[in-house]
């Protein structure tokens, strides 16, 4: 974040107060931050009595084994019967648990009685594939509803779901399939996107090929199209349809694993994040209800997240449905087929809470307000945001332009290892400020520490630690206990590190100010630079690369290359071109550089380390810092010349 935004955020003094009839029904009120504050796992307890219980748990907390913490420890429950047979149980089997939009403009409307025979169908087709409790389970979808159900299936029968996001590369799928040795895949013949149907099974064939672990691959039939078939391979229809509906759900240590998401960290090789059932459903569904201010009768709640980042398992899947709400979802791209259809589906459903992401909004923003203008978003009374630090502008044109400066905005900070929102208005409660996350939540500890871990204090920035246990927090890595204690809780010994830098304004309220690491934040989705060099130099052409996040006006940062080549190769026409798809083709469209420039040589320290500050200097416009560390002093002379002789492309 530059220096100038740094300053702008020290003098935002606009506060506002949330609305009066909000605030006095609001789920949340005041005295939760007292409750919590007298007694921090008193306060646990009673969010746990959310929940339906099997047994009831002995002990709230184990933090004997830290970092490895147990909740609710002796409990023993089902997460998907409380996501949805126990709201068909108390007479809500005709409530809507989802509205689906199709990218083509198919619909289906799915109640909670509904939502229970797909499951419980689909979880008798796990069983005659033989994949039960523990078994790793691969999810490669599309945004429909088959993807909800297949997480819960596997949530019902005890096995763990790694949900990959279907934008990643068959690379990236098969490294997740190889590390959580997945015995099963599920996906789609293909997803609707942009007006066509772009096929999935194929990186789906590519990746198993290389995956013995995997036993079968069960497909959906979404877009129709010619897929090739092989001996693992199961349509969905064919298994699933036919299923019973009767099964009875097993009840599960609050322990149990229920999912591992891939994130990623600041090496090349994705961090599998471990998060178990008990706490993690606990705490989904405490925030869930409060943060939104959900009253599951009346609202209709939109999060336009993909359930292959974490904000869809804990803010499509599990906290919304454990608190039996109504929800939209919607397959695909905002601009298909017009730059109104976000707007157009909340007219449509009578959207009461919507949850999206700064760079969404920034591009909203930029396609101009003639769109959200033609429909009518009265129905809306929350709106939220997640996945990176939203700027004063993109808040207020939030507030202005689709809240109709009537809903409270919260800015919700979070991460995959976190597992649900730490730090975030309660908007009945807070006077809200246009870029800030406010404060901690009642029953979380957070604080902000200089390099030797003294609390930094009002008006200062600092690390972002969170300082006590928290039920939704990460169990650990999958398969590397040794990164877990490394990466989160050696910075600063027994608290957690989260990786962003901080900092408290005069009045005490949190501006979050993005990574402190290498890991970029693009359109809110984490991708290291490490994973972005790597794929960069396993192209033929390449000898090295330096990569590194440049601010950017729609995607927060975009990935900004300095590569050099290797003798003998030639930077002619389309090589650059040749780079970003060989990137796309490595880890996914998403990691494509915006930029790549071809140097002579990357500066380096005189132990060799790559001097990133000095290339954002660059990718950013900027005069160049302080050089006088360089191996090679000349070094930056060479790459700007190189530049401005047109070495650059893209
Ligand atoms: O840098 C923070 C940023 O996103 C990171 C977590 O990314 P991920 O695990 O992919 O989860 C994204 C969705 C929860 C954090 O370390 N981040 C997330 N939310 C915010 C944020 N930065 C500022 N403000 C937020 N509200």
Same mark, same amino acid.
């Given at each position: ?9 020290l003098?935002e003094?606009r506060?506002f107060?949330p ?7 609001a789920?949340?009120?005041?005295d ?8 921090r ?9 959310r929940?339906?219980?099997d047994?009831r ?7 004997s084994k ?13 997460v998907a019967?409380?996501?949805v047979?126990?709201h068909v ?6 409530r809507v648990?989802?509205h689906?939009?199709?990218?083509p403009?198919?619909t289906q ?13 689909a979880?008798n087709?796990?069983?005659s ?5 523990g078994d790793?389970v691969?999810?490669y979808?599309?945004?429909?509803p ?6 819960l299936?596997c949530?019902?029968v ?5 949900v990959?996001?279907g934008g990643f ?8 399939i190889?590390d959580?040795?997945a015995?099963l895949v599920?996906?789609a013949d293909g ?8 096929p999935?099974?194929p990186?789906v ?8 672990s995997?036993?079968k691959?069960?497909?959906v039939?979404r877009?129709?199209?010619e897929?090739s078939?092989?001996?693992?391979d199961v349509?969905?229809?064919e298994?699933?349809?036919g299923q ?8 599960f240590?609050?322990e ?8 990623s960290g600041t ?5 599998g994040?471990?998060?178990t ?12 209800f409060n943060v939104?201010d959900?009253k ?9 997240a993909d359930?292959?980042?974490v ?8 906290g ?8 939209v979802?919607y397959e695909?791209?905002p ?13 449509k459903y009578?959207?009461?809470i919507?949850?999206?992401a700064p760079?969404a909004i ?8 003639e ?6 978003l ?5 709106l ?18 689709i809240?109709g400066n009537n809903?409270?905005?919260v ?5 995959t290892?976190?597992g ?5 208005p309660?908007?009945g ?5 246009p870029g ?8 979380? %500890? =957070?604080?902000?520490f ?6 930094v204090? !009002?008006?200062? /920035?600092?690390y972002?630690?969170l &300082? #006590? ?9 999958w398969?590397d206990?040794?990164?877990f204690?490394?990466?989160y ?13 901080a900092?408290?304004?005069e009045? %005490? =309220? ?5 990574r402190?690491?290498?890991?970029m !934040?693009?359109? /809110?989705?984490r991708?290291?630079? &490490? #994973?972005?060099e790597?794929a960069l130099?396993s ?7 330096a990569v590194?996040?440049?601010?950017d006006e729609?995607?927060g940062q975009g990935?900004?290359a300095?590569?050099?080549l ?7 026409e389309g ?5 970003r ?5 490595e880890?996914g469209?998403i990691?494509k550089p915006?930029q790549?420039m ?7 320290t005189?132990?060799?380390k ?7 200097d660059?990718?950013?416009?900027r ?10 002093p ?13 070495k650059?492309?893209?």
């Amino acid at each position: 974040m530059s220096d100038e935004t740094l300053s702008n955020l020290l003098h935002e003094n606009r506060t506002f107060e949330p609305p009066a009839t909000l605030a006095k029904n609001a789920n949340a009120q005041p005295d939760m931050y007292e409750d919590a504050k007298k007694d921090r796992l008193g306060f646990w307890d009673k969010q746990a009595d959310r929940l339906t219980w099997d047994t009831r748990w002995t002990q709230t907390l184990d933090w004997s084994k830290a970092p490895f913490a147990k909740w609710f420890v002796g409990g023993k429950l089902n997460v998907a019967y409380n996501c949805v047979d126990r709201h068909v149980e108390n007479g809500l089997g005709s409530r809507v648990a989802f509205h689906f939009e199709g990218e083509p403009g198919d619909t289906q409307t799915i109640t909670y009685a509904q939502l229970q025979d797909r499951v419980k169908k689909a979880a008798n087709a796990l069983i005659s594939l033989n994949v039960g409790k523990g078994d790793r389970v691969a999810i490669y979808m599309p945004m429909i509803p088959e993807a909800v159900v297949a997480m819960l299936a596997c949530a019902r029968v005890g096995a763990i779901h790694s949900v990959v996001f279907g934008g990643f590369s068959a690379e990236a799928l098969r490294s997740r399939i190889d590390d959580a040795q997945a015995k099963l895949v599920i996906t789609a013949d293909g997803q609707n996107r942009r007006g066509s149907a772009m096929p999935l099974k194929p990186a789906v064939d590519e990746a198993v090929a290389q995956t013995p672990s995997v036993e079968k691959v069960l497909v959906v039939k979404r877009t129709g199209g010619e897929v090739s078939w092989g001996d693992k391979d199961v349509w969905w229809h064919e298994l699933v349809d036919g299923q019973s509906t009767s099964h009875k759900p097993e009840a599960f240590d609050a322990e149990q694993p229920l999912f591992i998401l891939y994130t990623s960290g600041t090496t090349g090789q994705p961090k599998g994040i471990l998060h178990t059932s008990g706490g993690y459903l606990t705490q989904a569904a405490f925030t869930h209800f409060n943060v939104f201010d959900l009253k599951p009768e009346n609202d209709i709640y939109w999060c336009t997240a993909d359930i292959g980042w974490v904000t869809g398992h804990s803010y499509i899947v599990y906290g919304p449905l454990a608190n039996g709400a109504t929800q939209v979802i919607y397959e695909g791209t905002p601009d298909t087929p017009h730059k109104g259809r976000f707007w157009e589906i909340i007219e449509k459903y009578g959207v009461t809470i919507f949850y999206t992401a700064p760079t969404a909004i920034r591009t909203f923003m930029k396609w101009g307000k003639e769109f959200p203008d033609k429909h009518n978003l009265k129905t809306l009374r929350v709106l939220g945001s997640v996945g990176e630090p939203i700027n004063p502008e993109a808040w207020m044109w939030y507030r202005e332009v689709i809240g109709g400066n009537n809903c409270p905005i919260v800015d919700t900070w979070w991460q995959t290892e976190t597992g649900a929102i730490m730090i975030s208005p309660l908007p009945g409660v807070t006077a809200c400020k246009p870029g800030s996350a406010m404060r901690p939540l009642p029953g979380i %500890g =957070a604080e902000i520490f200089d390099e030797e871990a003294n609390a930094v204090g !009002n008006g200062h /920035g600092g690390y972002l630690v969170l &300082t #006590e246990p928290w039920p939704a927090m990460l169990r650990g890595i999958w398969g590397d206990e040794e990164r877990f204690r490394e990466t989160y809780w050696s910075r600063f010994a027994g608290k957690y590190f989260a990786g962003d830098g901080a900092k408290w304004d005069e009045d %005490g =309220a949190i501006w979050l100010l993005g990574r402190v690491d290498d890991v970029m !934040n693009i359109s /809110g989705h984490r991708i290291s630079t &490490t #994973e972005v060099e790597s794929a960069l130099v396993s192209h033929p052409a390449i000898a090295e690369a330096a990569v590194v996040g440049a601010s950017d006006e729609t995607t927060g940062q975009g990935i900004v290359a300095f590569v050099i080549l290797r003798s003998g190769s030639e930077d002619g026409e389309g090589l650059v071109k040749q780079l970003r798809d060989h990137v796309a083709k490595e880890i996914g469209p998403i990691a494509k550089p915006r930029q790549i420039m071809v140097v002579p040589e990357l500066p380096k320290t005189r132990s060799g380390k790559i001097m990133r500050r000095l290339l954002r200097d660059v990718a950013e416009n900027r005069s160049m810092g302080d050089a006088t560390t360089l191996a090679d002093p000349t070094v930056m002379n060479l790459i700007s010349q190189g530049l401005a002789s047109g070495k650059s492309e893209d």
